[in-house]
Every structure is written in C-alpha cells, then in structure tokens.
T-cell receptor, first 116, second 114 residues
Framework: AQKVTQAQTEISVVEKEDVTLDCVYETRDTTYYLFWYKQPPSGELVFLIRRNSFDEQNEISGRYSWNFQKSTSSFNFTITASQVVDSAVYFCALSEGVNRDDKIIFGKGTRLHILP | EAEVAQSPRYKITEKSQAVAFWCDPISGHATLYWYRQILGQGPELLVQFQDESVVDDSQLPKDRFSAERLKGVDSTLKIQPAELGDSAMYLC????????????FGEGSRLTVL
C-alpha cells in the first residue's frame, strides 16, 4: 500500500531563513509520481511540482527546490530565503497506477510559519 | 485565470439533516475529484469522475454519501443524513487529463455538523 509521511507537523522560522520540509513515501510500484501542494490560509490547494519516479534530477524553481532520492524514498522541499507569504500548509503526495492521477495519496501536511 | 468554483463556502447543519455541495470545474477538464479534508489532516479522495462516469468511489461512504456528474461538467456531492463525524472541508478538484497529476482545487466547502 502507498503511504506518505511528513514527520514535521509544524515549523516556524524567521523570514529570510532557509527551511526544508521532509517527505518520505512508501510504494511497491516502480512507476509513480510524487507531488508537492501548498495550502494557504484561503484553503485552496495549489500544485507546486510533479516528479516522475524515473527522474531523480533535482529541480529548482526560484526560491523553491526539490530533492528526490529513491534510495531513501524521500522527496524533500526546500525554500530558500523564506518570506512571510510562504506561510501555509504544505502537502507531499504520491500516486501510482497506469494513470498517474488515478488516486493521489496526501501526507498529513507540514504547517509552515514564516515569522517577520 | 480559470478557477474551480464551489458552493457553499460554509455550511452549518444539524445531524440527520441533508446537505449538498456543488462544484463547477475548469472548463474542459474531464476529470473531477471530491476530497474530504479533516482538520489537521491531508485530503482524502472520496470519488473521482472521468466525464460523467465514476472512476473510483472506493472511499465514499455509500450508505450516506452520493455524488453525481450527470452531464460531465458540474458535480454535486450529497450527504444524507449528516453525522457529527462528517464535519470537514470538502474539496473539489479537476484536471485536464488523467495522468498529469496536476489538480486544480477549489476553495472548498467547510461543513460543520452540530
């Protein structure tokens, strides 16, 4: 069965600090997708990234970067030079199956507080 | 920018009453999802539609929950009768194609059952 674990329930950092959100997943499938979503206070989940299980190349998008390591079944998310607007709940997610979004399993989320 | 519309935004009801939520996905999105998010938890899939057909409703409590997407566009999720444990955020999402994994979510409907 697939499972996503986000061990950090809540994190608080001061603005401009770097912060890493951890994600560990479990799956028996060799083909899967991993995702990160952001849920700001408004409640609407926003897609951030999708990573194919065959692509372990790390990705950087502005202040965001993702580190995918199959050897440790981890898909960690780092925010560099954090800003107050980054305050939100962040969810790591996993999907298996022929169609990658057949069933997306979300972790419990990490609530990130960026303090001014 | 196109959005997924949901209503009502908030709903307070008494247990044993019926409640309904409506979702209008982004135009052209064939796949529609209903998720339930309990406070402090991640979203859990209730039902997934591909056009008007149900693809997955294995986690939908069918004794009290029902969902339909009659014309393959907007969708309704109904709970009857509501129970205290149904208090949660009900999120609708859509995607253009199956297989992308990129879901577009609405702002959700927050249900409180008293």
């Amino acid at each position: 069965a697939q499972k996503v674990t986000q061990a950090q329930t809540e994190i608080s950092v001061v603005e401009k600090e770097d912060v890493t959100l951890d994600c560990v997943y479990e799956t028996r499938d060799t083909t899967y997708y991993l995702f990160w979503y952001k849920q700001p206070p408004s409640g609407e989940l926003v897609f951030l990234i999708r990573r194919n299980s065959f692509d372990e190349q790390n990705e950087i998008s502005g202040r965001y970067s993702w580190n995918f390591q199959k050897s440790t079944s981890s898909f960690n998310f780092t925010i560099t030079a954090s800003q107050v607007v980054d305050s939100a709940v962040y969810f790591c997610a996993l999907s298996e199956g022929v169609n990658r979004d057949d069933k997306i399993i979300f972790g419990k989320g990490t609530r990130l507080h960026i303090l001014p | 920018e196109a959005e997924v519309a949901q209503s009502p935004r908030y709903k307070i009801t008494e247990k044993s009453q019926a409640v309904a939520f409506w979702c209008d996905p982004i135009s052209g999105h064939a796949t529609l999802y209903w998720y339930r998010q309990i406070l402090g938890q991640g979203p859990e899939l209730l039902v997934q539609f591909q056009d008007e057909s149900v693809v997955d409703d294995s986690q939908l409590p069918k004794d009290r929950f029902s969902a339909e997407r009659l014309k393959g566009v907007d969708s309704t999720l109904k709970i009857q009768p509501a129970e205290l444990g149904d208090s949660a955020m009900y999120l609708c999402a859509s995607s253009l194609h199956r297989g992308t994994g990129e879901l577009f979510f609405g702002e959700g409907s927050r249900l409180t059952v008293l």
